[in-house]
């Protein structure tokens, strides 16, 4: 997507279906995830009890201060509106409208920052949000904030004036991103990178590179300044690991995508021998009538908790996508004087060489597997909803697990189970109840990690005002038992 999509009605095609898929997807993302309540989902059950409860920052998000700009982006309004109300559902509210709205916010942002021929950064960041995204969608994952930031960082970096103004626009932007998780240190490493193909005595790449250094030492004391606890330390570590693990690609709703794909490759290959006018159609048709079959046939896997995992796809696709967006925006001036003697040719081949109907197609595809695999979670998850909700207002009782009013969540079948996240659930039980009232406190005695220490819990159940008191006694209770 350069300049050529002005004048080559199939590039002009691809980038009206990129624009239209992306805003479409960032429209979806709010109204299933608002209408579905998937900012309770994983881990964003704790995230969303601690808004009820005020207290995001004492639960959890004094360790991890290197995401600061995700803490004040979504929880201090949310936590806001509960003091201003007294709702703690309206805080929730707000802090899945806030969550689930930010790639439509980082898209007009990119949008308004973009000055490129074509707002080629645009197309690309529409593309990135419907194609990528979906695939972590639901997961509270700060990795969705810093996808939303890096597009319109790459397009403020690239465009700002060279005024004090830009200078400062630049510095913000990169200070924000690398305040989103660590995993957008990466990010703006990449940024670097596409800037410096311009050259490194490029103005644009200087600015830049002066405010991630400064961006960086504020980072830097931030992370030394504010220390996470001891028992959750060694759990960050471990985590840290198992984001930049490749082995989190080895899940079936991706190798289905990458499946899919190449055999679109392998159909178009071969129907070319027989038709040119239609190839892609043909192929595109016969690779979801293939989809169909597997689906009806064959599939009874569920991409649940591998969302979480699948940050990884970020991680790595992101800056990929970045970097081409902006060699797509770079006037051939600018590509020759690269520092790299090869961009230029090999770019100028890419471009020539690269067919708008035949990614079109692939586009259609991958936005096809993501539409089946997010009906699929969205339905299990109100199918899970149901059973913890009953448990938690429910008679059974397992006292074994150290109170009376303590259930088990093996007693939901396994089936169900696969969206279950077992350090959470505890949380979940409370924010399904009618009034945030269970009748009994839904815990898997699988569970192996625990969010709240005792006096943290004990601190809440003193000040807190947005949660039942009945709610907070049996919390408090089940964090006192394991911490």
């Not at 509270?140 to 400062?168: D, K, Q, S, Y």
């Not at 074994?400 to 088990?408: A, K, R, T, Y």
């Not at 007693?411 to 979940?428: D, F, Q, V």
């Not at 209770?477 to 911490?483: G, K, P």
């Amino acid at each position: 997507m350069s300049a050529a999509d002005k004048i080559c009605p199939a590039w002009r095609g691809l980038y009206i279906l990129c624009v239209t898929a992306g805003i479409a997807a960032a429209i979806l993302y709010i109204a299933i995830g608002l209408s579905s309540g998937l900012q309770v989902f994983g881990d964003g059950s704790i995230f969303s009890y601690a808004v009820a409860a005020r207290d995001a920052w004492a639960f959890h998000w004094h360790n991890i201060p290197g995401r600061l700009f995700t803490y004040v982006f979504a929880y201090v309004p949310a936590e806001t509106a509960v003091t201003l109300t007294g709702n703690a559902r309206a805080g929730i509210f707000i802090y899945g409208l806030l969550f689930f709205s930010a790639p439509l916010l980082g898209l007009l942002l990119t949008l308004a920052a973009d000055r490129t021929t074509g707002r080629g950064i645009f197309g690309y960041a529409c593309l990135s949000t419907a194609c990528l995204l979906p695939l972590v969608f639901g997961a509270p994952t700060e990795m969705w904030t810093a996808h939303t930031l890096f597009w319109p960082v790459l397009a403020i970096c690239l465009c700002a004036p060279n005024r004090p103004r830009g200078a400062v626009a630049v510095f913000a932007g990169l200070l924000a991103l690398v305040f989103t998780h660590e995993g957008a240190i990466v990010f703006a490493a990449a940024i670097l990178f596409a800037l410096f193909l311009r050259g490194w005595r490029d103005r644009i790449f200087i600015r830049a590179t002066a405010a991630f250094i400064v961006a960086m030492m504020i980072w830097l004391v931030v992370r030394l300044t504010v220390r996470p606890d001891d028992y959750i330390a060694g759990v960050l570590a471990a985590a840290a690991f198992k984001f930049i693990d490749v082995k989190n690609l080895d899940q079936p709703a991706f190798l289905v995508l990458l499946a899919t794909l190449a055999g679109y490759g392998v159909a178009v290959a071969l129907l070319r021998l027989i038709d040119t006018e239609k190839t892609y159609i043909y192929a595109a048709l016969v690779c979801a009538a293939a989809l169909a079959i597997y689906w009806i046939a064959f599939d009874r896997t569920l991409l649940a908790e591998a969302r979480y995992d699948l940050r990884t796809v970020l991680l790595i696709a992101t800056p990929v996508l970045g970097v081409l967006a902006t060699v797509s925006a770079m006037p051939d001036e600018a590509r020759q004087k690269s520092p790299f003697p090869f961009l230029a040719p090999v770019a100028s081949a890419l471009e020539k060489n690269s067919n708008a109907s035949l990614i079109s197609g692939a586009i259609l595809l991958i936005l096809l597997v993501h539409v089946v695999e997010t009906a699929k979670f969205v339905r299990a998850w109100a199918d899970y909803k149901a059973a913890v909700r009953s448990l938690a207002n429910g008679a059974e009782a397992d006292p074994v697990l150290g109170d009376p009013q303590f259930v088990s969540a093996q007693r939901i079948g396994s089936s169900l189970n696969r969206l279950a996240w077992n350090s959470t659930t505890p949380y979940l039980s409370v924010l399904f109840a009618p009034d945030l009232k269970p009748g009994r406190l839904v815990v898997d005695p699988d569970a192996g990690y625990f969010w709240l220490s005792c006096a943290t819990a004990k601190a809440s159940e003193m000040t807190s005002t947005g949660i039942p008191q009945e709610a907070l006694r049996l919390v408090r209770t089940h964090a006192c038992l394991h911490r």
